[in-house]
């Protein structure tokens, strides 16, 4: 690796040190063991030279760069008791002061980096979990507006994949070493998730046309973009030398325009969904009724009666339909967030993707719905959620396997979840201008609810018709004469 000599640091000369064909050092002429490292990439980091008791050289890397956090008044990520393994982020003149403690140390016979590898040879291999547990979590709470939803998103996508009875059905990545995951497993984990994705929805993957896929692979690559990112800063905390999903060698994303899947529901297709959703009540009445004649048979207590809805669905869709709102925003509702008699919903500032609170008024059908559930929980507290598993009782984390067979038994095409908020927005305009639609949904930019709005033939028509008294007083259409014989 070459050296650039010897310049005292500051914030303009380490700005001024663009990346290479090749990683450089940088050596401090104020500290001359202090140097900054300059990879291929532009990243940029700290580390303290010294020599060993046998005599050859070694280093420890201190931090990542922070040019700014000194003039800014900016805080500045440091390992501490809630985040031992973070790597911290220094200005020059904390890099300095940290380099100089290692060297008094050295001085004192303390070899750093041997107590940083026996530290993690205790410690173990830094699996993914831990690593978004800790020094990723760190990171993204720092930076990122949407951390909470990304390391949500991580944990739900990449734990093991299991059945209702506990049973693992395929192997995720959380408990796997960081070094163990290849671009390999990372692909048969994206067939996996695809082929699973298809059979919910009710087609065979062995059948499926490459148009058909192409929404579900690019679920799959979001995930996979959000584990890519993980991967890198793993790489920037020394927990690999490569990202392994980058490069040639990396898992390709294919670039789908998500605007080419989206459409609202036809008033056909959302009454087949709702009559798929009233024939899976009386399906699970029917069978909970054999199941207690049976149970009569033998003497065996009988299993509760349901009430006026067999679980969560009909009333979660209900809600849906009637405020466009988010699916994670209905799911993480809890029951002090609905004013019943006031006949609104409140989508809290901690629940909402732009983190700002909104209330969004409610229908008299979405009102009914919520007050009929709520009559049938078990005495609901404030906090409590509102809509809750029936396998353990505690809040749902998503609804993409009912929704799958609700598609397939109501003989719909593939529609996720999301587009009934497009289906909203599409209604309200045609009563409403764009600035109600943007309120209702809750979008900061209103270039957002642009990508919502899905005028039909009707309604393009009605506006197109409009104009017609203006086109009709000035267009005229006359037999042309007879030429003169």
């Known amino acids: 690796m070459a050296d650039k000599g010897r310049i005292k640091l500051n914030n303009r000369v380490i700005d001024g040190c663009k990346p290479k064909a090749a990683p450089y050092d940088v050596t401090d002429a104020d500290t001359p063991q202090l140097v900054l490292r300059v990879s291929a990439t532009g990243h940029k980091s700290f580390f303290v030279r010294y020599r060993r008791k046998d005599g050859k050289q070694t280093r420890v890397k201190l931090g990542n760069v922070s040019t700014d956090a000194a003039v800014m008044g900016v805080d500045v990520l440091l390992p501490g008791e809630d985040n031992p393994n973070a790597t911290p982020t220094l200005t020059v003149a904390q890099a300095r002061s940290k380099a100089r403690e290692i060297l008094l140390s050295v001085e004192k016979g303390i070899d750093p980096a041997a107590k940083k590898r026996e530290r993690r040879e205790q410690e173990g291999p830094m699996t993914l979990r831990r690593f978004l547990d800790g020094p990723y979590a760190s990171f993204v709470r720092t930076n990122l507006r949407s951390a909470e939803n990304t390391l949500d998103r991580l944990a739900a996508a990449f734990d093991d994949q299991k059945n209702d009875k506990g049973e693992v059905l395929h192997s995720g990545f959380l408990d796997r070493p960081l070094v163990d995951i290849t671009a390999e497993a990372v692909n048969r984990w994206k067939a996996y998730r695809v082929s699973q994705a298809l059979k919910d929805a009710g087609i065979k993957p062995k059948t499926a046309k490459s148009e058909d896929m192409e929404p579900f692979r690019a679920v799959g690559d979001r995930h996979i973009a959000c584990l890519r990112s993980a991967l890198s800063y793993a790489v920037v905390c020394g927990y690999l030398p490569t990202n392994p999903l980058k490069g040639e060698r990396g898992v390709k994303l ?157 003989g719909l095409p593939h529609l996720r979840v999301h587009d009934v908020r497009h289906t909203v927005a599409t209604e309200i305009l045609k009563r409403k201008d764009i600035a109600v639609v943007q309120k209702v949904l809750g979008h900061a930019q209103i270039t957002t609810t642009a990508r919502y709005l899905h005028p039909d033939e009707g309604q393009m028509r009605e506006a197109l018709e409009a104009m017609e008294d203006r086109h009709s007083n000035v267009v005229a259409f006359q037999q042309p004469a007879e030429a003169a014989e």
């Open 254 to 410: 294919q670039k789908v325009d998500p605007r080419k899947h989206i459409r609202p529901f036809t008033a056909d297709e959302q009454t087949k969904l709702f009559k798929a959703v009233d024939a899976r009540e009386e399906r699970m009445r029917r069978e909970l009724a054999e199941w207690n004649a049976k149970r009569r048979e033998t003497g065996t207590p009988e299993l509760p009666e349901f009430g006026y809805f067999t679980d969560y669905v009909k009333p979660l869709l209900t809600l849906l339909f009637a405020t466009g709102m988010r699916r994670g925003e209905a799911l993480k509702l809890q029951w002090r967030d609905a004013n019943l008699d006031g006949a609104t919903v409140t989508v809290r500032m901690e629940n909402a993707k732009t983190k700002r609170e909104r209330t969004i008024p409610l229908t008299r059908t979405a009102v009914e719905a919520l007050r009929l559930w709520k009559a049938q929980c078990a005495a609901p507290f404030p906090e409590s959620p509102v809509f809750t598993s029936n396998r353990h009782g505690g809040a749902l984390g998503d609804i993409k396997k009912v929704w799958g067979k609700l598609l397939k038994d109501g």
